[in-house]
């Protein structure tokens, strides 16, 4: 068809001028500092990696790649065991008190976290929290369940019941045929919360800025900001260190990336 | 979102066991680590918005509404407000408009689709300061590099005060119209290929099919893509606060910008705390408006 070989030249040049950004990012990176101000928009000639290793050293990507890698697994382990527990609850039970839980979990989508920030601050420093993997963890659970509820929310209430049932009546509890038989179907919806919370937290910036800076438990985001502080008018040092800071992320987005549209088609049906 | 999909009639002896909810214990967990992070900092939050506290020891007291009245007579933050109206308008309009464009794109048979659909996305997944950093360079003022140097001007993007703003609503359009993409999308997986053969064979063109078929099919996404969106809007802070800290001046302060500055570099930790819940308000009525008007008009679509 002629008119879809159109639109698919067009396409491709949106997605070219798109790119313009990372092309400069990636380029600015594998250029040395007389390049960079002789051609900033050529093709690196020849390219050098030599921004990569001071950027890696300079950056302290190392630790901060284990804070981030330990503070967002652990929060996503408890994001998806206690929101789809939790939504199974609301999902299923038929009560005005259950319909007005659910939207005090909603509530949480709408409020600034800037409005508690202070007070939290206070609370997490009176637990002995602050400068912790353990305060951050705690905080991310906190402030993710309420995205992670509706969700999954949606997603169980376009379940048929029968499944859960069907086991219930063969003599399961509810715990049994929630973990055996309704969270096996959560799959796509669980990998759709996987994805956009890991998104969520591992570029995070200001909560562990506050609450990490300082302690030698930074995470990537953080370190990043001060080693681009530091070196800001090298660029192609800056920018390795960037793109060495966005690669985890970008990586695990592209391994699970099939499951993000699927999760918001069957998101959007509940 | 639509009705769900309907259930079967329950009968006989299963419909006991479908119509036993699980207990509250399935909530229990969640809701104290919801109410412990998020529930009561918040009420605290709006506690402290009354006070003068100054984020130092114990040392506070009640102002009555001290802190709302100096926020009505300070220049700075009511531009900010300003600032945060104008800025979420344009990220709303623009970020959706493309992702619309985007989507419809994307959905259409071509070769590239699945490339596409990954590049067009792949900004939402970086770092938000990562990315204000990265625009920072795109928008440096020297006419041979950045995207003066690919369009052949000499703006100085995030220099200017007439432009700074749109120019920081254009980086978080160009991150984040990928999200929208992939809810409209989402969307238009759910409009059944029959009825725009049925629209075809009635003689619709192109803009009739989408006007009268994919559009209306299309009211849940764009119901939550105007929410996130929004919301997203007004709570901006990373982006701003790596590219130009509210500069030049004060052209793209925005209430989130403000409220950190009184909090950590001044110590107004009661003021701070009053400007956030003017924020919260601001989310709020939004929010309450859009969901009312927006799922109003997906019943009667």
Redesign the interface.
């Given at each position: 068809m002629r008119r879809t070989f159109l639109l698919e030249i067009v396409m491709i040049a949106v997605a070219v001028a798109f790119l313009f950004p990372v092309y400069s990012l990636v380029s600015l990176s594998l250029k040395d500092p007389g390049q960079i101000s002789r051609s900033p928009l050529a093709l690196p000639d020849p390219p050098t990696f030599d921004n990569y290793g001071s950027a890696w050293s300079a950056a302290a990507l190392g630790p901060s790649l284990v804070n981030s890698t330990v503070i967002t697994v652990v929060s996503l382990v408890a994001l998806i065991a206690l929101g789809s527990f939790a939504a199974y609850f609301l999902a299923r039970v038929q009560s005005r008190l259950g319909y007005g839980l659910y939207i005090l979990f909603l509530l949480g989508i709408v409020l600034p976290f800037q409005l508690g920030m202070i007070p939290l601050y206070e609370l997490v420093s009176d637990l002995g929290l602050i400068g912790t993997h353990t305060g951050m963890i705690l905080f991310y659970t906190g402030i993710q369940l309420p995205f992670t509820v509706f969700l999954y929310t949606g997603f169980i209430r376009a379940l048929p019941r029968e499944y859960a049932s069907a086991a219930q009546i063969d003599g399961a509890s509810h715990l049994t045929a929630f973990t055996r038989v309704v969270f096996p179907l959560l799959r796509p919806i669980t990998g759709t919360v996987l994805i956009l919370n890991a998104v969520f937290i591992w570029n995070d910036f200001f909560t562990p800025l506050v609450y990490l800076g300082g302690s030698g438990y930074e995470t990537v985001p953080v370190s990043v900001f001060a080693f681009v502080g530091q070196y800001v008018s090298d660029h192609g040092l800056v920018f390795a260190g960037l793109v060495l800071g966005a690669l985890p992320i970008v990586v695990v987005f592209l391994a699970l990336q099939r499951y993000v549209i699927k999760g918001f088609s069957s998101g959007l049906k509940g | 979102?639509?009705a769900?999909?309907s259930?079967?009639a329950?009968r006989g002896?299963?419909r006991r066991?479908?119509?036993?909810?699980?207990?509250?214990l399935?909530?229990a967990?969640?809701?104290a680590?919801?109410a412990?992070?998020?529930?009561?900092?918040?009420?605290?939050?709006?506690v402290?918005a009354f006070t003068d506290w100054s984020?130092i020891g114990q040392d506070m007291s009640f102002v009555g509404l001290a802190n709302f009245r100096t926020l009505l007579g300070d220049e700075q933050a009511m531009g900010s407000i300003g600032n945060t109206l104008l800025l979420t308008v344009a990220i709303v309009a623009v970020q959706n408009g493309v992702g619309l464009l985007?989507a419809l794109?994307?959905h259409?048979?071509?070769?590239?689709?699945a490339l596409?659909?990954?590049?067009?996305?792949?900004p939402?997944?970086?770092?938000?300061?990562?990315v204000a950093?990265?625009?920072k360079?795109?928008y440096n003022p020297?006419p041979?590099?950045?995207?003066n140097?690919?369009l052949g001007l000499h703006v100085d993007w995030l220099g200017d005060p007439s432009v700074a703003l749109w120019s920081i609503a254009g980086m978080v359009v160009?991150q984040y119209a990928g999200y929208s993409m992939?809810?409209f999308?989402?969307?238009l997986?759910?409009v059944p290929r029959e009825l725009h053969e049925a629209a075809m064979i009635d003689g619709a063109g192109t803009f009739q099919r989408f006007r009268y078929v994919t559009w209306p099919l299309l009211a849940?996404?764009v119901t939550?893509n105007l929410m996130l969106s929004t919301?997203g809007g007004?709570?901006l802070?990373?982006q701003i606060?790596?590219a130009t800290n509210g500069g030049p001046g004060y052209a793209t302060e925005t209430l989130?910008t403000v409220?950190?500055k009184q909090?950590?570099v001044f110590g107004k930790?009661g003021y701070?705390?009053a400007v956030?819940?003017v924020?919260?308000l601001f989310?709020?009525a939004v929010?309450l408006v859009q969901v009312y008007y927006l799922r109003r008009r997906e019943v009667t679509a």
């Open positions: - | 979102m639509t769900g999909r259930r079967p329950h002896a299963r066991f479908s119509a036993a909810s699980p207990p509250w399935f909530a967990p969640a809701l680590v919801y412990l992070v998020v529930l009561y900092p918040a009420i605290s939050g709006v402290y984020g985007l794109g994307v259409a048979r071509l070769k590239s689709r596409l659909r990954v590049i067009f996305f792949s939402v997944v970086v770092s938000p300061v990562m950093f990265l625009w360079y795109i020297d041979s590099a950045g995207l140097g690919l160009w992939v809810i999308l989402a969307g997986e759910g849940p996404a939550i919301i007004l709570k802070f990373d606060f790596a989130s409220l950190y909090a950590f930790f701070s705390t956030a819940l924020l919260a989310v709020a929010s």
